[in-house]
């Protein structure tokens, strides 16, 4: 078995500074979300019996923790120059924007920025050339 030396570049900063904003832009509305819910200034939805109130909180933090972790997930991918990693975020972003036209709270809006600087910094020069060098030994 031979061993080739294989250079595998280091993320650039745009990279590095991406990946931060795509992870704050799915924890920051999770995080506000949770404080809102548990601090009782999210009132019930009139009309609903307590146990549906109940059950659809749950349902909301498990669906914000389960997109964390898909979040997470695609930015590590992000990190190690997987182009579709970057290509399923921007359409993530996409669908954000396409969301702030419904009934949204200010978390809403702070993620989807936090996540367009993501977009913005993952599709700059420094990370284009990193994502064709990370591909080029394969």
């Not at 990190?79 to 200010?106: D, K």
């Not at 920025?113 to 700059?124: I, N």
Request: glycine share 8%; no cysteine; hydrophobic share 55%.
């Amino acid at each position: 078995m031979t061993t080739s030396n294989v250079h595998i570049p280091s993320a650039p900063s745009t990279i590095n500074s991406a990946v931060l904003a795509y992870l704050a832009s799915a924890v920051i509305p999770m995080v506000w979300g949770a404080i809102e819910l548990f601090s009782g200034s999210q009132p019930p939805v009139p009309g609903v019996p307590p146990e549906l109130n109940s059950m659809l909180v749950n349902l909301s933090l498990g669906i914000s923790v389960v997109s964390v972790l898909v979040y997470v997930w695609l930015s590590l991918k992000l990190r190690a120059g997987r182009n579709w990693a970057r290509i399923v975020l921007a359409v993530f972003v996409v669908l954000q924007l396409l969301a702030l036209f419904g009934p949204v709270g200010a978390a809403s809006y702070v993620g989807t920025g936090l996540a367009a600087v993501g977009l913005v910094l993952s599709f700059l020069p420094d990370s284009n050339r990193y994502v064709v060098d990370v591909q080029a030994p394969r």
